[in-house]
C-alpha cells in the first residue's frame, strides 16, 4: 500500500459530459423520492422539466438528460472534495447508467483469477472492507467500490471496472495496517483490473451471531427479489426503464450464483470470510 493513497485529492472524475444543459433550479423541479436520515434530509431524485435531478444536501446536485448522454453535477461549494470525489465515481455514473439502459447495482466487485465476485447489503454492511480484504488476503483485483456496472460484453453476465480504489472508514484502514488519519471514509489505491470481468457470484452481506461464516445460495423469485432492491435507480417515474431493469435482472439468473453470506461483524474473522467465497467462485467454476 502506499502510504499517501489515504491522503484527500481533489477529484479526477469529469463532472460533465453530452452537451450543455440548463441552469439548476430547484423551485422548478417535481421530487418524486428521497432518502432521510431521521428529519435530515439526505438526497432526493426527481425532474426539472424534461431533465432528470438528483440532490444530495451534502455534495451538490446533479442534471442529466433523459437519455443519459448529457449530465453536470455542480458540487456544493463547502462540501469535502474527498466525499464529491466518492460521490461523482460512483452514484453520479450509477444514477446515469440508468437513463443510457444500463443495469447497476449498488456494491463492490472484485475479480478472483478471471471470475468477478460481487458484494451487495444495506449501508455500512461492511462491502468496502469486504472487497478490500478479497484484495488483501487473496490477491484479488478490484473492479468497483460502489458500482456493479454490468456490460454487454459476449455471453453471461460481464461487470466493468468502474472506481480505482475502496473507500474506508479508520477503523478498517487500521486493521489493514494503513494511517486511520480520521473517521472520513478516504479513498485507498488498490490493484485493478482494467478490463470487463465474467461475474460469477453475487454475494449479499448479513449479519449473525453464529461463530462460524455460512454461505448460502438463493435461487428463482428470492434470488430476483433480493438483487432487486439493489438496483440504482433514477428514473423512478417511468414504467419503461423499470421494466427494462426487471427483464436484465431476470436474465442474469442462468448466469450468476446469488449467495448470502451470514457472519459475525468482526475483523478476526474477516481472512475466513474470504477464503469461503474464494472456495464457492472456484466450484462455481467447476460446475
Not at 461492511?126 to 488483501?136: D, E, I, L, M, R
Not at 458500482?147 to 466493468?160: L, R, S
Request: glycine share 6%.
Amino acid at each position: 500500500m502506499i502510504d499517501d493513497s489515504v491522503r484527500p485529492r481533489s477529484s479526477s472524475i469529469p463532472l460533465a459530459a453530452g452537451e450543455a444543459l440548463p441552469p439548476f433550479h430547484e423551485a422548478h423541479c417535481a421530487w418524486h423520492s428521497e432518502q432521510r436520515d431521521g428529519d435530515r434530509l439526505l438526497l432526493r431524485l426527481g425532474r426539472q422539466g424534461a431533465f432528470y435531478a438528483a440532490q444530495d444536501t451534502r455534495y451538490g446536485t446533479l442534471l442529466a438528460s433523459a437519455d443519459g448522454r448529457s449530465h453536470r453535477f455542480d458540487a456544493r461549494d463547502d462540501a469535502d472534495p474527498v466525499l464529491v470525489e466518492k460521490f461523482v465515481a460512483s452514484l453520479v455514473p450509477s444514477l446515469v447508467r440508468q437513463l443510457q439502459g444500463k443495469l447497476s447495482l449498488h456494491g463492490s466487485v472484485v475479480c478472483m483469477g478471471e471470475s468477478a465476485v460481487a458484494f451487495i447489503g444495506s449501508a455500512f454492511a461492511g462491502k468496502s472492507t469486504f472487497a478490500h480484504a478479497c484484495v488483501h488476503f487473496s490477491g484479488a483485483a478490484l473492479l468497483a467500490d460502489d458500482t456493479v456496472a454490468f456490460a454487454p460484453f459476449g455471453d453471461g453476465a460481464w461487470v466493468e471496472p468502474m472506481q480505482r480504489g475502496t473507500w474506508l472508514l479508520a477503523e478498517s484502514r487500521e486493521f489493514f495496517g494503513l494511517q486511520p488519519s480520521d473517521d472520513r471514509k478516504v479513498l485507498v489505491e488498490v490493484p485493478r483490473a482494467t478490463s470487463p470481468k465474467r461475474l460469477q457470484m453475487i454475494v449479499l452481506l448479513t449479519d449473525s451471531d453464529r461463530p462460524h461464516a455460512e454461505l448460502e445460495r438463493v435461487e428463482g423469485y428470492n434470488a430476483f427479489r433480493l438483487l432487486a432492491a439493489h438496483v440504482f435507480r433514477f428514473a423512478h417515474d417511468d414504467p419503461s426503464l423499470q421494466r427494462r431493469e426487471l427483464d436484465m435482472l431476470a436474465n442474469l439468473a442462468p448466469h450468476v450464483g446469488v449467495f448470502l453470506l451470514k457472519r459475525r461483524r468482526d475483523f478476526s474473522t474477516l481472512e475466513s470470510q474470504v477464503a469461503l467465497v474464494r472456495e464457492a467462485v472456484r466450484a462455481l467454476g467447476r460446475a
